[in-house]
């Protein structure tokens, strides 16, 4: 993790559960950590935390589904902390209810939180990056065990937005390998997480394994940590 300190990692999401693990992790790593969130939460205690500690994170309030709000937040972090080198896509959302039961301002929320805002965030990135001459940047789209198979009827929305989540990790891959580029493309699939979105569900079914965010961290480092010259296209992270 040497070649990362004093660098930019944007973290969307990152005000609780495992985006707030990234935060913490890579900012003892020395990064220049930004976290996106759209509830200001717990924000401004983990920023005044971490501080203290001598670590370098920032928080803002953004909701990656306004392109107005992803726009001004990556001009605030181009203007006051720097190029971004690192954007970790940990910002999602499921709606657990059978498809024909959901209304469609619930579809759209999922799509446009796992789908459009990654999109739109990870082009506000890659262009940072391109226009300050970062080619060993890092994009990790933080994926689902859902985004690979289909088991449940109960989440059929969030289930086909990570399957797009899927393709969009390895089409952008493909897209920069094309063009020469150095900028590398990781997929993390997680499978049931104790997280505050998945701790009602997972109390529910007592006897289901689950992993805890700081086995997700791990991934993340593991991937940022392989040689530059090499790509860890997709990590899949299941409880035993």
């Known amino acids: 993790m040497e070649r990362w300190r004093n660098r930019v990692a944007v973290v969307t999401g990152g005000g609780e559960g495992i985006g707030e693990a990234i935060v913490r992790r890579l900012a003892a790593e020395g990064m220049k950590v930004v976290a996106l969130d ?12 971490l501080t203290e500690k ?11 589904t306004d392109d107005d709000q992803v726009q001004t937040a990556f001009k605030w972090i181009e203007d006051n902390v720097g190029p971004v080198s690192v954007l970790v896509n940990n910002a999602a959302v499921v709606n657990r209810q059978p498809l024909t039961e959901m209304e469609s301002s619930s579809i ?35 994926n689902s065990i859902h985004g690979h198979r289909v088991r449940s009827q109960a ?5 086909a937005t990570k399957h797009g989540v899927t393709v969009l990790s390895e089409t952008l891959k493909k897209e920069l390998g094309e063009k020469k580029s150095k900028i590398r493309v990781t997929s993390v699939s997680p499978g049931a997480t104790m997280t505050p979105s998945n701790r009602c569900y997972l109390e529910k079914t007592p006897n289901k394994p689950y992993l805890e965010p700081k ?20 990590i899949t992270v299941e409880p035993v």
């Open 155 to 159: 989440i059929s929305v969030y289930t």
């Open 38 to 49: 759209r509830k200001e939460g717990m924000l401004k205690e983990i920023e005044k935390e």
């Open 108 to 142: 759209r929320a999922v799509i446009d939180t796992n789908l459009t805002g990654l999109l739109v965030t990870t082009i506000h990135a890659i262009r940072s990056m391109k226009d300050s001459g970062i080619d060993d940047g890092h994009i990790i789209n933080f």
């Open 215 to 234: 086995d997700i961290v791990e991934s993340v480092i593991f991937a940022l940590s392989a040689p530059a010259n090499v790509n860890i296209s997709e």
């Open 54 to 64: 001598k670590f370098y994170a920032r928080f803002r309030i953004c909701n990656i």
